[in-house]
């Protein structure tokens, strides 16, 4: 059975629930701008040529980042189960 708490992962990942609700959409709303700047380079490829690619770059470096600075290593799951 899955476990339904608030604050069991937050706390896996060193964070209060609220300073994970932060994160978590910051990481969020920034997918999304993302997202739209791989529409609008699809439209219109002179535009947004690297942005997309940018951001998720940027993600990936602040959540490896994150992980190291709790003692995880990228590509160790932080919860039992690998989730």
């Not at 608030?6 to 999304?32: C, D, I, N, Q």
């Amino acid at each position: 059975m899955s476990n339904w708490s608030f604050t069991s992962h937050p706390e896996s990942v060193g964070e209060t629930y609220f300073e994970h609700l932060a994160a978590s959409w910051g990481f969020a709303f920034k997918m999304l701008a993302g997202a739209l700047a791989g529409l609008v380079h699809g439209l219109f490829p002179f535009l947004c040529v690297s942005t997309g690619s940018s951001i998720v770059r940027k993600l990936n470096d602040r959540m490896v980042l994150n992980r190291v600075k709790h003692g995880r290593m990228p590509g160790q799951p932080s919860e039992a189960g690998g989730r």
